[in-house]
């Protein structure tokens, strides 16, 4: 059996070489390197994927937070709503904006945020008076879709805005429908190791509404005019290079054929370990991209350690929810978040990418269940 990688950028690229070579090649020639017409390709093509009417191709996921809240004219004084285990950049686009970070409570069955404490704590927010509640943010771990309708739900009645962070979950879906259009507004990453992932840094952005997707083209082109020539708006260099985009436009040809083979080591693992070992499981007609694959275990550190002398390397995200770090426990509920606490220290995900065989996988679940 060949070695087991966690992640495997090498197999797809081995397997996409000629296509990427020919594709940068064609950049290099037309040397238009901004906003050269593999941009409006990748853009083209991610509606069609995701059956969004517009998608504005970004920087970054990051900046795909930031764009998505700038538009909206989220800053000072605004409440956003994130659930409190992420990654820390929804946190930081929060700050970013000027905005305040209200963290809210996930749900140990999905790993997304909770509706329920959602509820509550814009409640709290109002009851308090100090700040406008403006947006929910809806992360998508591990690539299940959070539960986008009752987001939706909650968001009518209070007057917010919903935007998806679905860096982890793009060609995740709930009923069919496809991430990317399943909420007001949605961001995601092609940081390399995600399920779509470029040579580098990029993202993207999804709504049907086309004065919203207006906005974002003229906050990533520094805030200008169609023109470019008069700045209408604060905005910023937030655009993707024409040679990221000509990488993606080849990745995506066999993605779907990826997301697949994702689906398929999912299932083999869920299949083997279902009854003996917890994890976050796709309910109500979700289903997960499988940006991750993730369990519950206690002792998580000697398991880990044991599954690596077994060649099986394992990895956590993330030890610590977002309200216990540094920069952002000034934002930190007084009582806490006890399932992000209770996760933090438990989670820890498998290997996962498109590449493993069926070997690989009964070998991994063979030394986990072996080191319980
Ligand atoms: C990766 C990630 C981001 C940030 O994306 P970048 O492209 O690295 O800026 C944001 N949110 C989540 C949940 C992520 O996993």
């Given at each position: 059996m060949t070695p087991i990688q966690f992640f495997d950028l090498k197999s797809q690229g081995r397997r996409l070489r000629a296509d990427i070579d020919r594709r940068i090649a064609a950049v290099l020639d037309h040397g238009a390197y901004i906003g050269g017409p593999e941009v409006g390709g990748l853009e083209q093509a991610l509606c069609q994927f995701t059956g969004a009417k517009e998608c504005v191709a970004v920087a970054s996921g990051t900046d795909s937070l930031i764009i998505g809240m700038m538009g909206e004219d989220i800053g000072v004084g605004d409440a956003v709503f994130i659930p409190?285990?992420?990654?820390?950049a929804t946190a930081n686009a929060v700050l970013i904006t000027g905005a305040t970070p209200i963290f809210v409570d996930v749900e140990r069955e999905t790993c997304n945020i909770d509706p329920g404490h959602l509820e509550r704590q814009i409640k709290a927010v109002k009851a308090q008076g100090k700040l406008r509640p403006r947006m929910i943010v809806g992360v998508d771990l591990y690539g299940l879709p959070a539960d986008y309708e009752a987001l939706n739900a909650i968001a009518r009645n209070h007057g917010l805005i919903v935007m998806a962070d679905a860096a982890q979950s793009l060609g995740g879906e709930d009923k069919g429908r496809k991430v990317g259009a399943l909420t007001d507004l949605t961001a995601t990453s092609f940081y390399p190791t995600k399920t779509l992932g470029g040579y580098g840094d990029g993202g993207a952005m999804f709504t049907d509404d086309a004065a919203r997707a207006n906005r974002w083209r003229s906050i990533r082109w520094h805030g200008t005019d169609d023109a470019r020539k008069e700045s209408v708006r604060v905005g910023l260099n937030g655009r993707l290079d024409s040679l990221q985009c000509a990488i993606l436009l080849a990745k995506l040809e066999i993605f779907a054929e990826e997301l697949a083979a994702r689906r398929r080591a999912a299932a083999f693992y869920t299949r083997r370990l279902e009854g003996r070992v917890a994890m976050p499981r796709e309910q109500g007609g979700k289903h997960s991209a499988f940006g991750l694959f993730t369990v519950y275990v206690e002792n998580r550190d000697s398991v880990a350690a044991a599954l690596k002398d077994k060649g099986v390397p394992t990895a956590i995200y993330y030890n610590k929810a977002l309200h216990r770090h540094l920069a952002f426990a000034p934002f930190a509920?007084?009582?806490?978040l006890p399932q992000c606490e209770w996760l933090q220290d438990r989670v820890l995900s498998l290997p996962m990418h498109p590449y493993l065989t069926e070997d690989q996988i009964a070998h991994v679940v063979e030394s986990l269940l072996a080191v319980l």
């Open positions: 409190g285990f992420t990654y820390n509920p007084k009582d806490g």
